[in-house]
């Protein structure tokens, strides 16, 4: 007898055909002897249509009222996953954030948990009831629904795992799995059967939607075990585990890439100390990320280029702070770009071989595409490249690293 | 200054464009001045497509279950009217259910409210803020969520107006008032600009569907000032207020008519004492209320026939009680009928005017409509007939009684 949580994404509750076809993996696993915990995220579509009516009232809304209408969605498919699963004979209850709780900050939108009270729910499960939870919500400290981001529903799961101990967290979706590249775009893109927590957090902030950054972060630090199924086949998925478990190391495991970045070049910045912490402490306190950072020097020596990547949706709000200290900044001119992407190749092995970034250049190269920013770390190297060439640098680059399938 | 609670009702709320329009009525009554509450229903619609994904999965659902998914419509509308009267410069915070909390017992699908702790919602009006209630929902003693049943966005607003002594309490519809007849059916039907707490009981009860009976009866225990208007032009609506404030007393003030229910009768029950209470008994015992009831001497003597109705959507569960109880009842036969229409005049004038009765069974027997069964009480007459005479047998009362607009 183990301690199963699934989480089923919104194509996997697409509709009520759906939701019956979750709930029957759900009593699989309880008629195996298993205990076990049902996130569910939104049917399908339901939370962009809610996140369209508060967009239609206004862009600067009030975010405890857009977490308020937007939880609905969630709050509507456990019920439903419950009444399913009672109707095959197995006992199930919907659990709400404030029910359980699953107590969070007050930062709507993008709320963190802190503590998920699991006694009552442990001891259903301790009794035979599949506890069904609702994703992507929690609780404030003053009583508000809270909601937990894009990808929300997957955080639940994991932290609900990691509360109870569960011995796999199961992250149903509508691929099989993690592939060594987008198979939309890489026919050849092979399945991956084990994957480690690091590369997968490489994946998933280098632009993989399979998994979000935060829930495998997540899972990484309380060592929950995470599996990435497909709820509409029966083949195993890709496990998410520690370095030590995955025997045989690829050097590299996968190709990504992220159109969801844009790029701004401040021209001749003058060349003096504190320049960089001029320019990036006012985004920071804007709340904009900064992801690659160069800094060129220039043809005068006296002052320099600086380049940056922001996500695209920033854009025009970091040209607004920047361009407010024009004055203080002293630079040329701002030049934003938004027709860029970044690719990115990942793999644990990249430790112990060299050369794996010195491959990409040239593979990059010899295709007679320009880099404009590179970024590097100890599994990962990342470059920026021109938007157009994104079909064609990954497909150079899965066939470089031998990733094709036979 | 005063306290005024708005209801709006589904179709008033049906977009974002309706729900603009309503947020400017609340705008308007608070830049004059008053204290707003805001009730909300769920957007038009969007209640009956959640009730039919839960009667998807089957008929005998868990009522808590089916609670927390359909309460998500008003979660929903009210986070987005609250949205709507900030988005217009007007201070306001939605409140669901469990955040006020408005408690009520653990009848789930039509629970009853026990009690409103209305100390902080007085404290934000105070201060100036219009406080958004989600319509329909309570929280039950374990902390779920309850709804009150259908009309039930009306019961949360009488509640409220009579726990925080409103004024008035405005109910905002997709009709101006109440009308003599269904407007939709009768085109002479004539808008009544006052109608007493009794009479407009015993419309909602008898088929008016501009109120419901409970909220009603809440509003006249608590002399609350019902006004039934339309979110939809200027004019007065009709007030619903204490019978010594209408002056002038018609005798009869409106037909109505139900297709909501259905006839079950019970052929050769021995007839012995105590045998209406084993059939009603057990009835009751799960929640199925009975109305019109008429018991028939049998031709042998020693047995009776039963007939009595129910709510349409009770019917299979009313069978399934009275089958379990075959041996015990030791009746002949069980013939359900849902294909009947209850049609009813209402008038307090009735009480000092003798005749009403005799004068609708008259002009149903001149139009060859058969009678079922009849019911009355001191300011009703009710009958029950062929479900396809409705319309017929409403045009002939209207005009019998003098309802028809000059």
Known sequence: MARIVQKFGGTSVADMDHIRNAALRTKAERDAGNEVVVVVSAMSGVTNRL??????IGSLHDASEYDTVVSSGEQISSGLMALTLQDMGVPARSWLSWQIPIETDATHGKARIRRIVADEIAKRLGEGEVVVV???????????ITTLGRGGSDISAVALAAALEAERCDIYTDVDGVYTCDPRIIASARK?????????????S??????????VEMAMNHRVCLQVRSSFDESPGTLVVDEDEVVEKEVVSGVTYSRDEAKITL????????????????????????DMIVQNVSD??????????????????AKV??????????YAELVPDPNVAKISVIGVGMRSHVGVAQQMFSTLAENGINIQVISTSEIKVSVLIEEKFTEQALC???????LDAA
């Open 51 to 56: 996140v369209d009516y508060v967009n239609s």
């Open 396 to 402: 150079a680059l899965h066939t470089a690293y031998d």
């Open 192 to 204: 991956l059967d084990k994957i480690t927590y690091e590369e997968m957090l490489e994946m998933a």
């Open 206 to 215: 280098l632009g993989s939607k399979v998994l979000q950054t935060r829930s």
């Open 134 to 144: 609702a994703g992507f919500q929690g609780v404030s400290p003053d009583n508000r």
């Open 321 to 330: 702070v920047l361009e407010e200290r024009r004055d203080e900044l002293a």
């Open 300 to 317: 005068d020596g006296a002052s320099t280029d600086v380049t940056f990547t922001v996500v695209k949706d920033d854009l025009d709000r």
């Open 267 to 290: 021209v001749k910045v003058p060349d003096r100390p504190g320049v960089a912490a001029s320019i990036f402490g006012p985004l920071a306190d804007a709340n904009i990320n900064v």
